[in-house]
């Protein structure tokens, strides 16, 4: 991906070859017969991009407000139902 995108939890992997902002689908929308969906984001831009990890709304991950991806960084992030957390 290499441009601003809404993730959905079915999208499982991102690959991001950009700096770029990715917003997570709600967290309630995560979970699955009980389960949470994992999501993959890594950065695979170049040097000194990087890539924002946006919850839906007032959602966090990890308590916070955004999660940055620098170059090879990654993420798998998973839901509570409520907030996003990185696994």
């Known amino acids: 991906i ?8 079915f999208a499982q992997i991102v690959h991001c070859t950009a700096s770029t902002t990715q917003t997570l689908s709600p967290a309630a929308d995560w979970i699955v017969n009980g389960k ?9 831009a170049g040097v000194g991009d990087t890539v924002t990890i946006t919850p839906d709304g007032t959602e966090t991950i990890d308590g916070a407000v955004d999660a940055t991806l620098n170059q090879y960084e ?6 509570d139902g409520t907030n996003i957390f990185i696994k």
């Open 36 to 44: 949470s969906i994992e999501i993959a984001i890594k950065n695979v």
């Open 74 to 79: 990654s993420a798998i992030l998973y839901s």
């Open 2 to 9: 290499s441009t601003n995108t809404t993730i959905s939890p």
